[in-house]
């Protein structure tokens, strides 16, 4: 069955693509300049995506409400239920940091996402207005509610496609493990003042010189698989060519989004007779 879904959410690119790239466009243009407010959005600071935690507040406020709507505690459905739809608004701002940054296959399932929790978020505001009327009969906003939740589980269905399907918004190394071992670099020399990439066993690193000491990273971004070596290095941080987010050469640590997770960092040392090596530094504790 969720190949059949696949597939339809794929089908709908003809248009989502378009309107996708359109909200991005004016997205970003909100953004512009509000470097901090889209890392806060993103979740710089939390270490973690902040849109699927925040998810979870509509998601079991209009479970609820549905629940006391079907056992006809109205007041509480009601407060519930408008509880549920503010929240969705704050859901939407998160998930909008996080979607101006996708592109191909991931732009097109945030787009289907999106166009299905804004239906959703219309048919609660129907039957919140209905509530607000006063009617003795609360058949029309309870099916109005009903018709939103159905969207509110579609959509979220879509989300999570996005995320496990298409690894959208997802660490790149969180299956990477350290080890003790030293491993020889392709490269014997890196020249100072610019990003060198070299290979190191499976693993492909970021190398750059400062003086004597030779900094390194992972050289696939955390975010979305950038690579480091075609990046900038900006204040003591290497910058991703892609989306922009910049990581600490010293330590790896994501300083700007919308990558969310740090860079997986490595020390380098010579080896006698010529040549150099690395291996993965400890991740740090705080």
Same mark, same amino acid.
């Given at each position: 069955?969720?190949?059949?879904?696949?597939?339809?959410?794929?089908?709908?690119?003809?248009?989502?693509?378009?309107?996708?790239?359109?909200?991005?466009?004016?997205?970003?243009?909100? %953004?512009? +300049?509000? +470097?901090?407010?889209?890392?806060?959005?993103?979740? @710089?600071?939390?270490?973690?995506?902040?849109?699927?935690?925040?998810?979870?507040?509509?998601?079991?406020?209009?479970?609820?409400?549905?629940?006391?709507?079907?056992?006809?505690?109205?007041?509480?459905?009601?407060?519930?239920?408008?509880?549920?739809?503010?929240?969705?608004?704050?859901?939407?701002?998160?998930?909008?940091?996080?979607?101006?940054?996708?592109? +191909?296959?991931?732009?097109?399932?945030?787009?289907?996402?999106?166009?299905?929790?804004?239906?959703?978020?219309?048919?609660?505001?129907?039957?919140?207005?209905?509530?607000?009327?006063?009617?003795?009969?609360?058949?029309?906003?309870?099916?109005?509610?009903?018709?939103?939740?159905?969207?509110?589980?579609?959509?979220?269905?879509?989300?999570?496609?996005?995320?496990?399907?298409? +690894?959208?918004?997802?660490?790149?190394?969180?299956?990477?493990?350290?080890?003790?071992?030293?491993?020889?670099?392709?490269?014997?020399?890196?020249?100072?003042?610019?990003?060198?990439?070299?290979?190191?066993?499976?693993?492909?690193?970021?190398?750059?010189?400062?003086? =004597?000491?030779?900094?390194?990273?992972?050289?696939?971004?955390?975010?979305?698989?950038?690579?480091?070596?075609?990046?900038?290095?900006?204040?003591?941080?290497?910058?991703?060519?892609?989306?922009?987010?910049? %990581?600490?050469?010293?330590?790896?640590? @994501?300083?700007?989004?919308?990558?969310?997770? =740090?860079?997986?960092?490595?020390?380098?040392?010579?080896?006698?007779?010529?040549?150099?090596?690395?291996?993965?530094?400890?991740?740090?504790?705080?």
């Amino acid at each position: 069955m969720h190949r059949r879904v696949d597939r339809l959410i794929e089908a709908q690119e003809r248009w989502a693509k378009p309107v996708g790239q359109w909200n991005q466009r004016w997205i970003a243009a909100a %953004f512009a +300049g509000s +470097g901090p407010l889209k890392d806060l959005l993103n979740g @710089v600071w939390l270490g973690h995506p902040v849109h699927p935690a925040v998810t979870d507040v509509p998601v079991g406020a209009l479970t609820a409400g549905m629940l006391l709507d079907l056992t006809g505690q109205r007041r509480a459905a009601d407060v519930v239920t408008a509880t549920g739809v503010a929240a969705m608004v704050a859901s939407a701002v998160t998930g909008a940091a996080d979607a101006v940054d996708a592109h +191909g296959r991931p732009q097109v399932q945030a787009t289907v996402h999106a166009s299905i929790m804004v239906g959703s978020l219309a048919a609660y505001l129907a039957s919140l207005a209905v509530r607000a009327a006063r009617p003795s009969s609360r058949t029309l906003a309870v099916s109005l509610a009903l018709l939103g939740y159905a969207g509110v589980a579609s959509g979220a269905y879509v989300g999570g496609e996005l995320v496990y399907g298409s +690894g959208n918004m997802v660490d790149r190394h969180a299956w990477r493990t350290g080890g003790a071992r030293w491993r020889r670099l392709d490269v014997d020399e890196v020249p100072e003042g610019a990003p060198v990439q070299a290979r190191a066993g499976q693993d492909t690193l970021v190398l750059y010189r400062t003086g =004597d000491a030779i900094h390194a990273l992972h050289d696939t971004c955390a975010h979305a698989g950038g690579p480091l070596s075609g990046g900038t290095v900006i204040d003591g941080c290497i910058e991703c060519p892609w989306h922009g987010s910049r %990581f600490r050469l010293s330590d790896g640590r @994501v300083v700007r989004g919308p990558a969310v997770y =740090d860079q997986p960092a490595y020390e380098v040392r010579a080896i006698d007779g010529g040549g150099l090596e690395a291996r993965r530094l400890p991740e740090p504790l705080d």
